[in-house]
């Protein structure tokens, strides 16, 4: 699996310190700015405290002035004097509720506003494409979690306060003795739950970073949707989105851990403090302690105490971790990008999809990373032999065209290598090959040997482990999508026509092209037929009404308006009948410039100047006639298309 790379942003195992410092001035700024809101919060709160005192020391009076001192009465008006208590609640938690949006609000509206000010920022600063896609993920999820938990947080931190303070008050008047027993083990799992805060924080970090990750990953593949589709690579993003579920499925399940270990924290704080009180009455009897102050002490324990701690921590292991990491990744400093070519290890993965070239350009031809393991093509290997002539060797006559040696070559490969993953077996190793401009060349081989893979080193959207791709002179490798585009045009084997007039599907990547040039293109290519029937160049185009065969010739055409020197067909005539694809062949290698087909019929590699076989041992190159008398593989593939098997001429 493609780690993602922690290193690049040491707040994803940050332990909680390094938060807590840089979001203190923040929070102090934050709440000077609010403090009569604090203070009537807190006078709201003071009602607690006496609330909290009333219930316990009612039931201690209740029973030792009244039920066994034998006042009926007595008992009965101070556990009315208890209910009261309780029934006051209800108004004071309205109050606290009330005050409480004063500060939820500010808080929301102004993580909202640096939100959108960074993300602008960013967009501003990296120009197109430079877009922040993680600000999705803080506008919405991550501002609620922190406007949540931080509301939470301030009603259980004030509740445990106040409360703790009124039932402690009670205890103690009760009998300093109730301190001594009760505060051990109270204190006991209270450290406990501390000593889970700071790797929970990390946790929760991590578990944040994974679903930032996730989201901008599924950004960028909504946004190339129509790339992805035209050249075959949903499935490697497909895969990268899997690997991002799972990494965020594994921090998902580190934090279940060390809330099991906080749960057990918490278990130890709410039930030792009973049983110790229980084991405790023979010895508290001895000193003193009355049946009706044990009874006040168990109901300040049950009703006030431990409840209140409880929520505190419930609340600190989760809102608390959750604010303090969602804070620092909204307000904190500008986390290094990990999306754009910083992140060796994702910058390598067939995943990273990339935004939609603005410029003209068959789609998903954008220059693409080097490929991560699985990411198709197949893992058979395929090494160059002395046969395919290099840059400096004597090109045979290819068709009647004469060898221009003081031409740049149309496509150069030297020593090209390309695997995916360090340990897989390379799917071409060591590829040396010569295309002189103006030739037509047919590549074949046994499905998932690596043709797809060759075109997309050629057009540059796949770069290679080793070695040089070169197109007309010019490295292709981490070029720019509107200099590649003016290079060569890739037609992959799922056609790609768009919704619009049939003139703009044929003009997309020759905008310049005029009616005449259209006319001659639709007639080269046989298209006339699909014109009439869709009534005219101008007619709009509904890409689920034309067949697979149809599509192709679209794209057929488009390719031919296109002024670039390079056509690169990746099966790109399978859906087409033999003498369609013939006419379509044959109107393509007329046309000024190279030719390289991956042969989906025995007919387009003899029509071919030279035929490259790539057969997972050697790769072989030349004629028709040289290729069958040198290569097994071709033999049986020339048989296999014929019906028979094949004759050496």
């Known amino acids: 699996m493609t780690r993602r790379a922690a290193s690049a942003d040491p707040r994803e195992t940050d332990d909680g310190s390094g938060a807590v410092r840089r979001l203190a001035p923040h929070a102090r700024r934050f709440l000077a700015r609010r403090s009569g809101v604090l203070v009537r919060l807190a006078l709201w709160s003071l009602a607690e405290t006496g609330q909290a005192f009333l219930v316990g020391q009612g039931v201690a009076r209740a029973v030792d002035q009244g039920f066994l001192a034998g006042d009926t009465r007595r008992g009965l008006l101070w556990l009315t004097v208890a209910l009261v208590a309780v029934l006051l609640g209800a108004p004071v938690i309205r109050g606290v509720f009330a005050e409480l949006a004063g500060l939820t ?301 003081a031409r740049t070559a149309a496509v150069e490969l030297r020593s090209v290598t390309l695997s995916y993953g360090v340990r897989a077996e390379p799917v071409l190793d060591s590829l040396d090959l010569c295309v002189a401009p103006g030739e037509h060349l047919a590549v074949v081989g046994p499905s998932g040997i690596g043709k797809s893979t060759l075109t997309r080193l050629v057009a540059g959207t796949l770069a290679p482990s080793g070695g040089e791709v070169r197109v007309d002179g010019r490295e292709v490798t981490g070029r720019p999508p509107a200099e590649l585009a003016a290079l060569r045009v890739l037609v992959p084997q799922e056609a790609y026509v768009f919704s619009g007039t049939l003139s703009d599907n044929l003009t997309y990547l020759g905008p310049g092209a005029s009616r005449a040039d259209l006319d001659a293109a639709v007639d080269a290519l046989g298209l006339w037929p699909l014109v009439e029937r869709l009534g005219g160049l101008d007619a709009p185009v509904r890409p689920a009404e034309l067949s697979h065969g149809e599509r192709q010739l679209v794209a057929l055409t488009r390719a031919w308006v296109s002024p670039a020197p390079l056509l690169l067909l990746d099966e790109a005539t399978c859906h087409l009948d033999p003498a369609a694809e013939a006419r379509a062949e044959e109107a393509l290698a007329r046309r000024p410039g190279t030719l390289l087909v991956v042969a989906h019929r025995l007919s387009s590699a003899v029509r071919a100047d030279r035929v490259l076989v790539l057969d997972g041992t050697d790769a072989v190159c030349g004629t028709h006639d040289e290729v069958l008398d040198r290569s097994p593989l071709y033999r049986d593939l020339t048989g296999h298309w014929q019906g028979g098997p094949a004759r050496r001429r």
Request: charged residues 20%; hydrophobic residues 50%.
């Open 105 to 405: 609000e500010p808080l929301r509206d102004g993580l909202v506003r640096h939100a959108v000010d960074r993300s602008l920022g960013s967009a501003a600063a990296g120009g197109p494409g430079g877009t922040d896609r993680a600000a999705v993920s803080r506008l919405t999820n991550q501002v609620e979690i922190a406007r949540d938990s931080f509301a939470g947080l301030v009603l259980t931190l004030r509740s445990f306060v106040f409360t703790a303070a009124g039932a402690l008050l009670g205890l103690l008047s009760l009998h300093p003795s109730l301190l001594v027993v009760v505060l051990p083990p109270l204190s006991l799992g209270l450290g406990l739950f501390l000593v889970t805060l700071r790797p929970m924080a990390a946790a929760q970090r991590r578990a944040l970073a994974a679903d930032e990750a996730l989201g901008d990953h599924a950004a960028r593949s909504r946004a190339a949707l129509r790339d992805l589709t035209a050249c075959g690579t949903g499935p490697a993003a497909a895969r990268r989105g899997a690997e991002l579920i799972e990494d965020a499925a594994a921090a998902a399940r580190v934090l279940a851990g060390w809330a099991a270990v906080r749960t057990a924290a918490l278990g130890v704080a709410g039930h030792l403090p009973v049983l110790a009180l229980l084991l405790a009455v023979p010895w508290l009897r001895g000193r003193g302690v009355t049946a009706g102050a044990l009874l006040g002490a168990f109901t300040y324990l049950v009703q006030s105490l431990l409840p209140a701690l409880h929520t505190l921590m419930t609340a600190l292991g989760a809102a608390g971790s959750r604010l303090l990491v969602v804070l620092d990744r909204i307000i904190g400093p500008e986390r290094p990008e990990r999306t754009r070519a910083a992140e060796p290890e994702r910058a390598g993965g067939p995943g990273s999809v990339r935004a939609p070239a603005a410029t003209r350009t068959e789609p998903a031809l954008a220059a693409a990373p080097r490929p991560a393991p699985g990411a198709g093509g197949g893992a058979v290997t395929a090494r160059a032999t002395a046969a395919i002539p290099g840059p400096g060797d004597d090109a045979p006559d290819l068709g009647g065209r004469p060898a221009d040696r």
